[in-house]
């Protein structure tokens, strides 16, 4: 086994650990961190009309179910690190009606290739270390030709302190998603946004295959 094959085994160990705990308040708490969500899912919707969903990083199923009241009638695929978070992400979709496909696995390689019309990453890839190029990677291949990719995500800070308490919350804050995305994706819309007055920043990515 490689080094960077036993540090990402050890990123995703550590990631399962610390959410059979935050599982259970993530909803109740996330909403004061996680701005945007609802915009990059009001962005990809403006090119594209999926009928085929690929989310990295589900979570508790708040933008599945999003997604599933936007495109009723698409197919919903939800992937996860955490058991505890995709029981909670079924419960939620079933008290509505929607299903989706639910696969507890890190994401390092496509799914089905060249099949989704929308692959999106909430709040997933600054979670994602090592390894979060080659998700994007994989989300490639797993675009069909006309498919978008559609990201929401911690971009950085200029406060130390802050930086080193989301690392402890397993976040990375370096600016390091959006050079990367632009390089490998050919840009419908990028955006950068400041939350509570700068203490950091996200951003908003649409992309299509180059």
């Not at 009309?49 to 599945?64: A, D, F, Q, Y």
Request: charged share 25%; hydrophobic share 45%; aromatic share 12%.
């Amino acid at each position: 086994m490689t080094q960077g094959n036993e540090n990402g085994r050890a990123n995703v160990e550590s990631l399962q650990s610390y959410y059979r705990f935050h599982s259970a308040i993530y909803d109740i708490t996330r909403w004061a961190f996680l701005f945007g969500r609802g915009a990059i899912l009001a962005e990809a919707a403006k090119f594209a009309t999926p009928r085929k969903i690929l989310e990295i990083g589900c979570g508790t199923g708040k933008n599945l179910l999003s997604l599933h009241r936007m495109f009723p009638d698409a197919d919903l695929t939800g992937v996860d690190i955490s058991s505890h978070m995709l029981q909670l992400a079924e419960r939620k979709l079933l008290r509505t009606g929607a299903s989706a496909r639910m696969h507890e696995k890190a994401y390092s390689g496509p799914m089905a290739e060249g099949s989704f019309d929308l692959v999106l990453f909430s709040y997933c890839l600054s979670m994602i270390n090592p390894g979060w190029e080659d998700a994007l990677l994989a989300a490639k291949k797993d675009l069909s030709p006309d498919g978008v990719l559609a990201v929401v995500d911690f971009d950085g800070t200029n406060h130390a302190f802050f930086a080193k308490w989301m690392a402890v919350n397993h976040v990375r804050m370096e600016r390091h998603m959006a050079d990367f995305l632009r390089d490998h994706f050919r840009t419908r819309l990028f955006g950068r946004k400041k939350a509570y007055g700068g203490l950091w920043d996200y951003f908003l990515f649409v992309g299509a295959k180059g």
